[in-house]
């Protein structure tokens, strides 16, 4: 199982990106994707999630309204559009998967099971 995160870089506040992460290995892709981010000296924390049954996506009080999680299931991709970006936002941003049984979103970083390497987002003020 591999996931292979990508699209970070250096925004201006203000500025926009979307990182990308592509799903593969999988002999079946998880129902629930979801994306974390972890600053230099803290925790990995929760930033988004959805579950491909029912659609609902779920996030972090801190990027309400300022970012959107889709997923392609044709091209098993999951995407996070970053708009409005503050210096806040950071981080290096993982994508992972929770085990493909699971349907229920999760906050927590342990109650996924897949993870992809990681892409830097770095916001300047």
């Known amino acids: 199982v591999q996931l292979q995160a990508c699209g970070g870089g250096l925004v201006q506040v203000g500025g926009s990106l979307r990182l990308s992460c592509a799903l593969s290995?999988?002999?079946?892709?998880?129902?629930?994707v979801g994306w974390f981010r972890q600053a230099p000296g803290k925790e990995r924390e929760f930033v988004s999630a959805?579950?491909?049954?029912?659609?609902?996506?779920s996030y972090a009080d801190s990027v309400e309204g300022r970012f959107s999680i889709s997923r392609d299931n044709a091209k098993n991709t999951m995407y996070l559009q970053m708009n409005d970006l503050k210096p806040e936002d950071t981080a290096v941003y993982y994508c992972g998967g929770r085990p493909p049984t699971v349907t229920v979103v999760a906050k927590s970083a342990r109650g996924y099971k897949f993870w992809g390497q990681g892409t830097k987002v770095t916001v300047s003020s």
């Open positions: 290995g999988l002999t079946s892709s998880p129902a629930v």
């Open positions: 959805m579950s491909s049954i029912g659609g609902r996506a």
